[in-house]
């Protein structure tokens, strides 16, 4: 490849600064990436504080992740739960840009159950509000694929049609190789929405269930994916991966790095070779 590959390191909280430290310790990265919590109540000491953190050790937060689920569903039933957690998305916002977070990751619904169409209406008006603040602070906010239509908005499809809508610069797409990867058609997953990826979540499965496996140990196609990596701007992969005692994430990263840099197409954990052909 052309472009050089970089990763980003996940942390269920990126406030926790002690976990950060203890693995710039254990392996060299630049970017990492988290859900949502305590950085958006950050006080401006504290903020502050957090923000020479991230300068001292050459960090940047490549995205934050929204909360998400039944009592936050920016498609809520309820006008004034789906009103609250807007509020609480805008002012997040809001602070985050302060820490130069690049991408803010959403969801555009929670479970759904007969109501498709009144859910995406107010997911529409939700994300209207949103990007209100958004395009002000200059904020992109990037919508994940979801591979569960049946239950979940969030279909390539429904993602295209939802952006065209609003035909704004700073309204992208997460693309969730592993999500798509449980769609009936991965390939076409990612065609319909490589012009307007922003950010990634990158993890592996079976094919059938949401494992988070690292690549390349699970059926998702790798070497077509790389090959198609050329054709989008972005060059820093979050790894939305649960990391096993091995390899472990010191090697995982090599994992990553030998296949998306390298090209390397064999690898062995365990006893198991996987090959990329």
């Known amino acids: ?57 050459n960090l940047i937060i490549e995205q934050v992740h929204s909360l998400f689920g039944s009592e936050y569903d920016l498609s809520h039933l309820e006008d004034l739960k789906r009103d609250i ?34 859910r995406i209406k ?29 239950k979940v908005i969030g279909t390539a499809e429904e993602i295209n049609k939802i952006i065209n809508a609003f035909n704004s610069e700073y309204l992208g797409v997460c693309f969730d ?34 494992l988070h496996l690292p690549p390349p140990f699970g059926t998702f196609d790798w070497k077509w994916f790389i090959k198609n990596l050329k054709d989008i701007k972005q060059n820093i992969l979050p790894l939305e991966c649960i990391i096993p005692d091995q390899p472990g994430l010191k090697k995982t990263l090599k994992i990553c790095d030998d296949l998306f840099n390298k090209g390397k197409k064999e690898f062995k954990i365990g006893n198991r070779i996987i090959k990329i052909l």
């Open 1 to 57: 490849m052309e472009k050089t590959i970089k990763f980003a390191i996940q942390f269920e909280k990126l406030s926790d600064i002690e976990s950060i430290e203890k693995k710039l310790k254990e392996v060299n990265f630049k970017y990492i990436w988290g859900f949502t919590g305590s950085l958006g109540l950050f006080k401006e000491k504290e903020r502050n504080k957090y923000i020479k953190f991230l300068k001292e050790n």
């Open 85 to 118: 957690f807007i509020e609480g998305v805008k002012k997040e916002i809001e602070k985050l840009k302060e820490l130069n977070v690049r991408n803010y990751v959403i969801h555009c619904s929670g479970l759904v159950e007969g109501d498709r169409k009144e």
């Open 122 to 150: 107010n997911f529409m008006d939700s994300l209207e509000r949103i990007l209100l603040v958004a395009e002000k602070v200059k904020m992109k906010i990037a919508i994940e694929n979801i591979a569960f239509k049946q």
């Open 177 to 210: 190789t592993g999500h798509a990867n449980l769609s009936e058609n991965p390939k076409k997953e990612f065609h319909l929405l490589k012009d307007k990826i922003f950010t990634f979540h990158i993890h592996d499965n079976d094919g059938m269930r949401d």
